[in-house]
């Protein structure tokens, strides 16, 4: 690849072949791929690309690749792919295109120069439905099985961060963008520990993450960092990121590495974050709220339907919580509120959520489980952490809970019918006498 991208021009008769190598190398590519000429003009797209694009292969020779983008994006993408190159700096664009069947879809879109002037190589992705942890990790195993030379031009492409390790989670590759952010080049990080290169905190206390290259290897499957992550580059500077690690696995299914795909949510950090953060976070408790809950939710049963795991809803809710309430006054009942809230988040992992949905009902959402053990454990812990009092000013007030347990996907695979479930349980619990927990099973009444 690298005597192809880098040789010197060739005579007349030999541009056809290093054309056909070139599409070659572009068809074997896993992710959406368009070779233009100088001016953008479409030469050819590899079969990924025509299915994004949705429109016939003929139809891209001698146009220009913005024109099958939806009208009104036109004229942005193409200033500013134009601008991109003329300042020699990354092209990454996000635009719509209109399909045969009048569709909307959102693609992200990077170019970059082919070396010797030979046009441009864009790869496009579907982004309108974001699935980062399933679908860049799939991507990039599956570069990783080809050379070296043919991967490097995918990776270098793509907008996100990719680092790669050995079993030893030591570095064996960085790309580009990974470069950019972590402040270390390829060649003085190779060999080195990834806690070294890849050096990730936690934003609300400040302390070492776990790092998912390890936990990739370790339980061979993929991991999410958990929310709030923050890189510290190697200069200092700090990056908020997100996304996911992977374990490598040679042709005979063993683990002989680990990748890891993230980007930088730091624009605008500050202002953003505090947005996004109120709009989803319950204001007395800083628990996150039901729109939050949704979103996690929607996305932990995605992850365990891909990887044939188990995902756990507890619905609580705070028996007698009305009469204490009024007998020691609202501001009491916030300040219980609080505190049930911070013993809650103390039984459950960084990357399980605890939401507050409104009065005296709580949600946990348990993600990555492998049997409904692992859920039973958390609620009695749970049960345990709420039974000393709670200090309210001068009162020691004792509280109890009904708590409803439902299970994906034994009870429901949508996060309606998980929830509806779990709160079924929850008022059985109710009018069993409260204070205990069960399991949804189909004999319970649905109506409550």
């Known amino acids: 690849m690298d005597r192809l991208m880098t040789a010197s021009p060739a005579p007349k008769h030999v541009h056809y072949e290093l054309d056909s190598q070139l599409y070659a190398i572009s068809d074997a590519l896993p992710i959406g791929t368009l070779i233009t000429d100088r001016q953008g003009n479409g030469r050819h797209g590899n079969a990924a690309y025509i299915s994004i694009i949705g429109t016939a292969a003929a139809s891209l020779q001698g146009s220009h690749w913005v024109d099958a983008l939806h009208p009104d994006d036109r004229t942005r993408a193409k200033r500013e792919w134009q601008q991109a190159f003329d300042s020699g700096t990354p092209c990454h664009i996000e635009a719509r295109i209109l399909r045969p069947d009048s569709s909307i879809a959102w693609l992200s879109i990077n170019a970059a120069h082919l070396p010797g002037d030979q046009g441009h190589i864009l790869t496009v992705e579907d982004i309108t439905v974001r699935k980062h942890d399933d679908g860049m990790l799939h991507a990039a195993e599956e570069a990783l099985y080809h050379e070296k030379e043919r991967a490097q031009v995918t990776l270098n492409s793509i907008g996100d961060a990719v680092i790669s390790t050995d079993i030893e989670c030591r570095v064996t590759y960085l790309n580009r963008v990974a470069e950019e952010m972590t402040g270390w080049t390829q060649e003085s990080a190779l060999g080195l520990p990834i806690s070294d290169v890849f050096r990730i905190i936690e934003h609300k206390s400040r302390q070492s993450a776990s790092d998912p290259a390890r936990r990739a ?26 996304d996911s690690a992977a374990p490598i696995r040679d042709r005979n299914g063993q683990v002989t590495g680990a990748v890891i795909i993230f980007h930088h949510v730091s624009k605008s ?79 459950v992992r960084d990357t399980d959520t605890v939401c507050r949905l409104g009065g005296d009902e709580f949600v946990i959402l348990l993600t990555e489980l ?24 001068e009162e020691a007030v004792h509280i109890t809970v009904s708590l409803g347990i439902s299970l994906y996907p034994d009870n429901g695979t949508t996060p309606e019918e998980l929830i509806h479930c779990a709160d079924t349980a929850m008022y059985r619990i109710k009018r069993e006498g409260r204070n205990n927990y069960r399991f949804y099973n189909g004999d319970m009444l649905l109506d409550h």
């Not at 993929?222 to 200069?235: K, N, Q, S």
């Not at 992850?303 to 619905?315: I, P």
């Not at 859920?375 to 709420?386: D, G, H, P, S």
């Open 269 to 347: 950090f500050a202002i953003s974050s505090r947005m996004a953060h109120l709009a989803q976070h319950d204001s007395l408790t800083d628990l996150p709220n039901r729109v939050l809950l949704d979103e996690r939710l929607e996305r932990a049963i995605g992850l365990a339907r891909r990887h044939r795991q188990h995902v756990a809803l507890l619905f609580i809710d705070l028996d007698a919580f009305k009469a204490i309430n009024d007998r020691l006054g609202h501001a009491a009942g916030d300040t219980l509120l609080q505190s049930v809230a911070r013993r809650l988040k103390g039984c």
């Open 370 to 393: 492998h049997d409904i053990n692992d859920a039973r454990r958390v609620t009695e812990a749970i049960f345990e952490a709420l039974l000393p009092p709670h200090p309210i000013g």
């Open 217 to 242: 290897i370790d339980e061979n499957r993929i991991v999410g960092l958990a929310m709030g992550t923050i890189l510290v580059g190697r200069d200092h500077s700090e990056l908020a990121i997100e």
